[in-house]
């Protein structure tokens, strides 16, 4: 099985600021990875897919590069409502696992 | 709009066995590949089970193999989870999730999910 390691495991940031968050894989997925946000008691919401792909609605603050094993998720310009909790997910091959998320909290 | 609307989740005793249920609703069910991925207490999300838009294709987490069965009925716009010999470990928040994929093979990314069944394994 193909292994998803984030970084950090969590975060504390203020409203306005760019957030990076690093996803490997144990071996190569090409383009196939994905990002979701969790926030606290809701379902996952999809963000990225494809490493790049911005999902529908999706605001375009979030964007998603990489390709191979190393993945990032930025967030530009960090907004209220992102604080929650971060994914990302292999669909490369089964079975699709996910990283063990990044937490991005309120400094 | 997209709905998935998970039910049958409770309190079961190990060993035993729960059904769980996902209604969807605003899309062609019997088009898409769908999956159950679940997520612990606390924890991190794990996919479990996934079939294909026909029910001829299905694939299992390996720790689930043997003892889930994961179905579908087209002409009633559900999924189901068939889950036997349940351990403690299988406690966890189950969801329904949508694959976009309509082709013959999944993509393996979720776009719509419910809002999850909580299934609790405990004497």
């Known amino acids: 099985d ?65 390709s191979g094993t190393d993945f990032t998720l930025t967030i530009s310009s960090l907004q209220p409502e992102d604080f929650a909790t971060y994914y990302c997910q292999q669909a490369n091959s089964f079975p699709p696992g996910f990283g063990g998320g990044t937490k991005v909290e309120i400094k | 709009e997209v709905q998935l609307v998970e039910s049958g989740g409770g309190l079961v005793q190990p060993g035993g066995s729960l059904r769980l249920s996902c209604a969807a ?39 689930v193999k043997g003892r889930f069965t994961i179905s579908r009925d087209n002409a009633k716009n559900s999924l189901y989870l068939q889950m036997n010999s349940l351990r403690a470990e299988d406690t966890a928040v189950y969801y ?16 719509y999910w419910g809002q999850g069944t909580l299934v609790t394994v405990s004497s």
Do not use: H
């Not at chain 2, 479990?48 to 838009?53: E, G, L, P």
């Open chain 2, 25 to 63: 609703s605003g899309f062609t069910f019997s088009s898409y590949w769908m999956s159950w991925v679940r997520q612990a207490p606390g924890k991190g999300l794990e996919w479990v089970a996934n079939i294909k838009q026909d029910g001829s294709e299905k694939y299992y987490v390996d720790s």
């Open chain 2, 96 to 111: 329904c999730a949508r694959d976009p994929s309509q082709s013959s093979g999944p993509r393996l990314e979720f776009d």
């Open chain 1, 2 to 66: 193909i292994q998803m390691t984030q970084s950090p495991s969590s975060v504390s940031a203020s409203v306005g600021d760019r957030v990076t968050i690093t996803c490997r894989a144990s071996q190569g997925i090409s383009s196939w990875l994905a990002w979701y946000q969790q926030k606290p008691g809701k379902a996952p919401k999809l963000l990225i897919y494809a490493a790049s792909s911005l999902q529908s609605g999706v605001p375009s603050r979030f964007s998603g590069s990489g």
